[in-house]
């Protein structure tokens, strides 16, 4: 399943880097983004490399992955958004992750002894491999398009990459076994950032957010926490990182609210947030990747309008 596409962002994407090289997943779920079809697709070595290219203006936007159903979070990603750069979310995709084993046009997999990959790949396929070529050494590579290059380079009929679909294309390599994963719904979630502009609401967005403590002490996080549930605004995703400074012990809390900063709920909620906390970094809010559906907190924003009416009138009575 791929969930790439998007309606028209704020932002006009010319220029696009993400993180490469050619043939990566990263590439992969980029070819299925609208609002980049048109775009020129640039490769960068790192994540930080796409992110201060963003930054620098050399690019309109970048694309990088942030998030994996079996890894988790990708932290590098995440932290250097909290932390390191001011940029925005403007999209995100998810798709799903398909690891093949790639060879040269011609060559068996019975007689590879050699397999090109890196760690996150071959741990994600341990019990295929372990099973199909038990006696096969595991190489490191810089990335997985970068293993399906070196394969390709090589004048080694051996010499096997773990690698994506997408890679066979590139650096024309043929498939000897597909979808290898030792767990079926392997999903990985990318964003896209840019310097500036927020997308309008879609009714189905989400919205990230960099919340600091004022203190640490016992109840700060549920202080947090009840700012959304009093509002019954749902958190897809929550967890804390070291903030960089101060030492150990130091931590704010990353969050993904169901959202967007134009609706009402979610707004009095970053109010809130922002007058009672250390600080909150606003990340974007943007286009949710899924399908929409109708929700409770799409009920309780009517009712929280009827109720900011009903305090409006009341508050006309008073008396100068």
Known sequence: MTDAGDPATSVSVRRVAFFGPLGTFTQQALLDVDSARGAEHVPYRTVPDVLDAVEAGEVDAGFVPIENSIEGMVNFTQDALAFD??????????????????????????????????????????????ERLPDAD???????????????????????????????????????????????????RFVMVARS?????????????????????PGSLIAILQEFAARRINL??????????????????????????????????????????????????????????????????????DADDWLTDIRRSITS
């Open 197 to 217: 502009g927020v997308p309008a609401p879609t009714g189905h967005d989400r919205t990230a957010l960099v919340v600091y403590q004022r203190a640490d002490e």
């Open 85 to 130: 750069h001011q940029l925005l979310i403007i999209h995100e995709a998810v798709i799903d992750i398909e690891h093949c084993l790639l060879v040269k046009p011609g060559c068996s997999l019975d007689a590879v002894t050699e397999i090109l990959s890196i760690p996150v790949a071959t741990a994600q396929c341990h019990r295929y491999l372990r």
């Open 236 to 305: 897809s995703n929550l967890f804390s990182r070291p903030t960089k400074d101060g030492g150990l012990g130091h931590y704010c809390f990353i969050m993904y609210a169901d959202g967007h900063v134009a609706d009402e709920l979610l707004a009095d909620t970053m109010r809130s947030l922002h007058a009672k906390q250390g600080g909150v970094k606003f990340l974007g809010s943007y286009p949710a990747a899924g399908e929409a559906a109708e929700t409770e907190r799409e009920h309780v924003g009517g009712r929280w309008r």
């Open 138 to 188: 595991m190489v490191a590579a810089n990335s997985t398009a970068d293993a399906a290059h070196r394969v390709s380079q090589s004048d080694r009929d051996d010499l096997a990459a773990l690698a994506p679909r997408i890679a066979a294309e590139v650096y024309g390599l043929e498939i000897a076994e597909a979808d290898i994963a030792d767990h079926a719904g392997n999903q990985t």
